[in-house]
């Protein structure tokens, strides 16, 4: 079983910046798609971006596109979102999910606060 322990949230003010990681557990995390999916307060689950196996394909949301950056670096198991020009509407748990093919998740992390907010 895969664990996906996500860091580097906390509290913002709009326009700032953030990076989040997600170390992975075990030696499959090359062969797995990664996400970034996260929850506002008392709303549902937003998929936030998608990579692929080898770093090249990405996604975004709408919502994000042109602000955040994923990345991943298979030699030390990590998952990175880049979050640049944060907005209060950002302000949401993240969480770091793996899937064995194109929108389709598998394992969880605990996921990460982030709050923008002044």
């Known amino acids: 079983q895969v664990q996906l322990v996500e860091s580097g949230g906390g509290l913002v003010q709009p326009g700032g910046s953030l990076r989040l990681s997600c170390a992975a557990s075990?030696?499959?995390?090359?062969?797995?798609?990664m996400y970034w999916v996260r929850q506002a307060p008392g709303k549902g689950l937003e998929w936030v971006s998608g990579?692929?196996?080898?770093?090249?394909?990405?996604y975004y949301a709408d919502s994000v596109k042109g602000r955040f950056t994923i990345s991943r670096d298979n030699a030390k198991n990590t998952l990175y979102l880049r979050m640049n020009s944060l907005k209060s509407e950002d302000t949401a748990v993240y969480y770091c999910?793996?899937?064995?093919?194109?929108?389709?998740?598998?394992?969880w992390g605990q996921g990460t606060q982030v709050t923008v907010s002044s």
């Open positions: 999910v793996n899937g064995p093919g194109l929108d389709q998740f598998a394992s």
């Open positions: 075990g030696s499959t995390f090359s062969t797995y798609w």
């Open positions: 990579i692929g196996l080898g770093g090249v394909s990405v």
